[in-house]
């Protein structure tokens, strides 16, 4: 008798560890879904030249093609200041704020007008 009963409280401790170290359910983890995401347009940038002092600070901008009006910029510097560097870089700005910095771009004139609205009393 006394070993029937030792044996069904090894059977009830078997029981309880099973149901705590893997008689659980796992949950099952969700598929993540990713959004696609619309590509962004890349952003348009212009190349110019800036002239700099030797603290970094920028002397002057010019457009890419105006490379000897910088190359002038930067030996008037030099001559005025001789123990100062002075140095021309390329850089690259966005279109938005190549417009922000004086620059014209001649792509303007490309562009065909807008079409005036139709008024009420107005034709075809």
Do not use: C
Request: hydrophobic fraction near 35%; avoid cysteine.
């Amino acid at each position: 008798m006394e070993l029937r009963r030792q044996h069904e409280i090894a059977e009830q401790y078997e029981a309880v560890d099973k149901r705590s170290a893997g008689g659980r359910k796992t949950a099952t983890k969700r598929k993540t879904t990713s959004r696609k995401r619309a590509d962004k347009a890349p952003v348009r940038k212009l190349l110019m030249w800036a002239v700099y002092n030797g603290s970094l600070k920028e002397e002057g901008r010019y457009t890419y093609a105006e490379r000897e009006k910088a190359e002038e910029k930067l030996e008037a510097l030099r001559a005025k200041a001789t123990k100062k560097l002075y140095f021309l870089q390329p850089i690259k700005v966005p279109l938005g704020d190549a417009a922000a910095a004086g620059v014209v771009l001649d792509d303007e004139d490309d562009v065909p007008p807008p079409k005036a609205a139709k008024g009420e009393g107005e034709e075809e």
